[in-house]
């Protein structure tokens, strides 16, 4: 095998780096080792993908090339791609991350699907809608809502200071700082509602699976943000009843389930006082992946 360093020497062009990159992680087991060749040379670089075609030719520079296997030596060890890049596009939109963040994933835009379905049926409590976002970690959830819905003003809570000044970055680099707000506290203990809708992608893996999850996850991604307790539900017992008392009459709260977990949340959410009044929405694996329930109006 061709050591690591020879492959991105100075003078090698471009495009036979990003080659040699892939060719090393498909041999290390790397999952879709094409696409992330393409996004850690282009960052080392600071090209888009066209700028990686219409230069493909060009020689390397030596900062260059250690750029390249510096991010090389990171992904082969199992780092995953957007921790690299310190952000991750959702709903479309770039987020940075930070060390007390999720990396955003497909999965959770199931979440942003269902609660914009529900918003459009309804009846607004205030001036304008409100949104509230436990556990916010990157602000992606509620900042691709307020992205969506013109007007709302949504609150994010995250327990870590790191985490909500993600957010906060975030939503001043979308443009949606004005109607965003951050608050440090447990679930939603510090908010004072009615909240329209409320959202959340709580931390639902039991504590004991967590040393059996991929490298990528346990390794990188915050605890605090996986934990989910002895049986994954702590976060949803905690979360649901404070729910409830901050909703707004015929508000909604819509959160993600890890597999196998929605008939239990709805459980929750029945004995809390909301109502179940719709399927869960499933992913694009069809696994049921955000649950939603009503507060109904007195």
């Not at 990003?18 to 060719?23: F, N, Y």
Request: with cysteine.
């Amino acid at each position: 095998m061709v050591p690591l360093a020879a492959d991105f020497e100075p003078g090698h062009s471009i495009e036979s780096a990003r080659r040699a990159l892939a060719a090393r992680l498909q041999s290390a087991g790397i999952e879709q080792p094409a696409l992330d060749a393409r996004l850690l040379v282009g960052a080392a670089l600071r090209l888009d993908l066209t700028g990686l075609v219409t230069q493909a030719a060009r020689q390397l520079t030596a900062e260059e090339a250690a750029r390249i296997e510096a991010s090389a030596k990171r992904r082969l060890a199992h780092e995953p791609v957007a921790r690299i890049l310190g952000a991750r596009e959702f709903w479309g939109l770039p987020f940075q991350l930070s060390e007390a963040t999720l990396v955003p994933r497909p999965d959770t835009e199931t979440v942003v699907e269902l609660a914009l379905e529900i918003f459009r049926g309804l009846t607004i409590s205030g001036p304008r809608p409100r949104i509230a976002d436990i556990g916010t970690g990157s602000g992606a959830i509620l900042l691709a809502l307020l992205h969506e819905i013109p007007g709302a003003f949504g609150v994010g809570t995250d327990l870590s200071l790191t985490a909500l000044k993600t957010a906060r970055d975030n939503a001043a680099a979308l443009g949606l700082a004005d109607r965003a707000s951050f608050v440090a506290c447990s679930y939603a203990a510090a908010l004072r509602g009615p909240f329209d809708l409320i959202v959340s992608n709580p931390p639902y893996i039991p504590s004991a699976e967590i040393p059996k999850l991929s490298i990528e996850v346990r390794e990188h991604d915050p605890h605090l943000a996986l934990d989910g307790g002895n049986d994954g539900y702590d976060a949803y017992r905690a979360l649901t009843p404070q729910a409830a008392e901050r909703l707004a009459p015929g508000g909604a709260l819509i959160v993600e389930a890890g597999q196998g977990q929605a008939r239990n949340i709805e459980t929750l959410m029945t004995a809390a006082a909301l109502v179940v009044d719709s399927s869960p929405k499933v992913d694009l694996a069809g696994i049921p992946r955000a649950v939603s329930a009503r507060k109904m109006p007195p």
